[in-house]
């Protein structure tokens, strides 16, 4: 006939199979929340100098779209504020004429870990990183 287990194996079984199932609800957990974070940024339609020192002028007026989301209408020398949830991001940036109708538009992927501390973000630089 068979022996019955140990008691003791038994439960450092139990415990160790609740540690694992602790650690593994941690790491779920901060997977959520580093994915479902939601950033505020601030854009704005600046002039800026280039790494090659060259000056380069704020556009007239863009709309700025951040992962399909509600639209930011910025003018020259213009700021606004927008959303990004999550790690990777699209930014569809379009040139608008007088009419405000789209001449031209951009798109550039970027994450929140290439921005500066404050979390700003010059549009007319990123239109000029877009090309």
């Known amino acids: 006939m068979r022996e019955l287990p140990n008691r003791r194996r038994v439960i450092l079984k139990h415990v160790l199979v609740n540690c694992v199932l602790v650690l593994l609800l941690i790491g779920l957990g901060a ?3 580093v994915q479902g974070k939601t950033y505020k940024l601030s854009l704005g339609n600046y002039a800026f100098t280039g790494q090659d020192g060259q000056e380069h002028p704020a556009l007239e007026a863009v709309e700025v779209f951040i992962d399909d989301k509600e639209p930011v209408f910025l003018l020259e020398d213009d700021s606004g504020t927008g959303e990004a949830t999550g790690r990777q991001h699209t ?3 379009k040139l608008l004429d007088e009419n405000d109708k789209p001449i031209e538009s951009r798109t550039l992927k970027f994450s929140v870990a290439d921005l500066d501390d404050d979390l700003d973000v010059n549009v007319a630089e990123f239109w000029l990183r877009a090309k």
């Open 31 to 33: 997977w959520c929340y």
């Open 91 to 93: 930014m569809v940036i």
